[in-house]
């Protein structure tokens, strides 16, 4: 038996593992075959009202009493992306069939398609690299952001180039 009331569940697009959520505000995972929890359980914000899978056995979104969508990689426990916002009253959730965006709607009758940013793969330096380059801008001391200077720019994007080859 569990501790709380589970508000949320949804199966991996396999059929293999159930997550669930609910008023203990996180997340679990539940091999179904063998009856065993799974990983470390993924800490919310508030309680969990949904639970989908994004198409794979690495990404899931959730949902809490916050209004707030959050995207998971289930590897590494961490969020993924930006929170999305749905800012009335959330009454309905869906995924795409190719877990490529979320759709949710409200009583308020507003519907928002969020769009789920593909994971990126790579060093943190191979990201930061390719962050920089698409961007021109570069993170500094204290958490400052500022645009990267043209020549040092342009050698960036040289080195992303020839990573690239």
């Not at 159930?18 to 009856?35: C, K, N, S, T």
């Not at 508030?46 to 916050?66: C, Q």
């Not at 209004?67 to 869906?94: C, M, Y």
């Amino acid at each position: 038996p569990l501790q709380h009331a589970i508000g949320a569940l949804g199966f991996s697009p396999d059929g293999k593992v159930l997550a669930f959520g609910g008023a203990d505000r996180q997340i679990q995972r539940l091999d179904v075959e063998i009856g065993q929890l799974i990983g470390t359980p993924l800490l919310h914000e508030g309680i969990v009202h949904w639970v989908g899978y994004l198409n794979s056995d690495r990404l899931i979104a959730t949902n809490s009493e916050k209004g707030l969508i959050l995207v998971w990689d289930i590897r590494t426990g961490k969020r993924v992306g930006p929170a999305f916002e749905h800012r009335a009253d959330l009454s309905t959730i869906a995924v795409h069939p190719e877990g490529k965006y979320i759709l949710t709607g409200s009583h308020g009758r507003m519907a928002i398609c969020w769009r789920i940013p593909e994971p990126m793969e790579g060093s943190l330096d191979d990201i930061r690299l390719w962050v920089e380059t698409m961007t021109g801008m570069e993170m500094r001391a204290h958490d400052t952001i500022a645009p990267i200077e043209p020549e040092r720019l342009l050698q960036k994007r040289r080195k992303a180039a020839d990573e690239r080859r």
